[in-house]
C-alpha cells in the first residue's frame, strides 16, 4: 500500500524558514516525478514545485528564488522529498500537500503570521 505522509509544517513569522518533509512508503520514491503543492483557502489547489526522477526542479513564480525542493540523499531518507522554504510571507499561507503520480498525502499546514 501507497503512503505519503507531509510533516514540518507549523506556524512562523513572516520572513522565517520552514522546511517540510514527505516520505513515502510502498514504493521507491526515486522512480517517481514528485510534486509539492497548496491549497490557500478558497482557492484551487496549486502546484509548487516539481522534482523529476533525474533531479530536475520546476518552481511556480509565486516561490521561485524563496522555495527548494530536494530528495533525500541518505539510505535513511532516500524515500524522502523535502521542500525548504525561505523568506515566507503571509500569502504562502496553506496546507501543503506532496503527489506521486496518483498518490496524495493528507497535508500539512503552514501558517505564517506575525
Known amino acids: 500500500q501507497v503512503q505519503l505522509v507531509e510533516s514540518g509544517g507549523g506556524q512562523v513569522q513572516p520572513g522565517g524558514s520552514l522546511k517540510l518533509s514527505c516520505e513515502a512508503s510502498?514504493?521507491?520514491?526515486?522512480?517517481?516525478?514528485v510534486d509539492w503543492y497548496r491549497e490557500i483557502p478558497g482557492k484551487e489547489r496549486e502546484l509548487v514545485a516539481r522534482?523529476?526522477?533525474?533531479?530536475?526542479?520546476?518552481?511556480?513564480d509565486p516561490v521561485k528564488g524563496r522555495f527548494t525542493i530536494f530528495r533525500g540523499n541518505t539510505d535513511r531518507t532516500k524515500n524522502v522529498v523535502y521542500l525548504e522554504m525561505n523568506n515566507l510571507k503571509p500569502e504562502d499561507t496553506a496546507v501543503y500537500y506532496c503527489?506521486?503520480?496518483?498518490?496524495w498525502g493528507k497535508g500539512t499546514l503552514v501558517t505564517v503570521s506575525s
Open positions: 503527489k506521486a503520480a496518483t498518490y
Open positions: 510502498g514504493v521507491i520514491f526515486t522512480d517517481y516525478t
Open positions: 522534482i523529476t526522477t533525474n533531479r530536475g526542479r520546476m518552481y511556480t
